[in-house]
């Protein structure tokens, strides 16, 4: 429609475009019809006027169609919808007691975590706890040992070192043996 228009408001202006008048030649009026309008004008408006009024002649047959369609078709269409909407509430329920399962088990893995997360830091406070005391133990036997090494090398210090001589040594005294047996100091023969 628009390309009809369009062609024929484009044939005008270039037709508008030829004539025109020139400064020497007279102007020459031009007759008029009954209805003074000009020739041009009603034509195109008279090949316009059954194309402005298609548009509105389709929109009301598609209400026509559209208005004969539910009454004939209405009940089928209100059922379907009811079905379908039943159908979706049905999911909405199911998926509604899917999420109230989820939030459950969410919260029961929530409260569990909390419960290790308390033992875990009490078993770690219980850990430190051994770890200082271990420490501390540590530390006093080090201390013990250093106290018996010290001690020990005390003894060792006193027992290296000879005790003072207070003067000459005497001379070792003559073994002396027993009168009951003569010494022969004949060698033996031999037979």
């Known amino acids: 429609m628009n390309t009809m228009l369009g062609s024929a408001q484009s044939e005008f202006v270039a037709a508008s475009l ?5 400064a020497e030649a007279p102007a020459i009026g031009r007759a008029k019809p009954k ?4 020739a041009a004008k009603r034509s195109s408006l008279g090949k316009m006027a059954p194309l402005t009024f298609a548009p509105h002649l389709i929109a009301i ?3 026509v169609v559209a208005t004969l369609a539910w009454q ?9 919808m009811a079905s379908v909407a039943s159908s979706n509430r049905l999911q909405l329920n ?3 007691l899917d999420l109230d399962a989820m939030r459950q088990s969410i919260d029961g893995l929530t409260t569990s975590i909390d419960r290790l997360t308390a033992n875990f830091a009490a078993k770690q406070d219980l850990v430190m706890r051994s770890v200082d005391q271990l420490t501390a133990s540590q530390e006093q036997m080090t201390r013990e040992v250093g106290k018996v090494q010290s001690v020990e090398q005390s003894i060792v210090h006193r027992n ?5 001589r207070s003067g000459p040594i005497p001379p070792p005294k003559p073994v002396l043996r027993s ?3 003569p010494i022969n100091l004949t060698p ?3 037979h």
């Open 18 to 22: 030829l004539v025109t008048p020139s």
């Open 35 to 38: 209805n003074d309008q000009p």
């Open 61 to 63: 047959l598609i209400g």
């Open 72 to 80: 004939t078709y209405g009940d089928t269409a209100r059922n379907m």
């Open 94 to 96: 199911a998926m509604s």
């Open 160 to 164: 290296s070192d000879p005790p003072p």
């Open 179 to 181: 009168p009951q047996a």
């Open 188 to 190: 033996a023969k031999n």
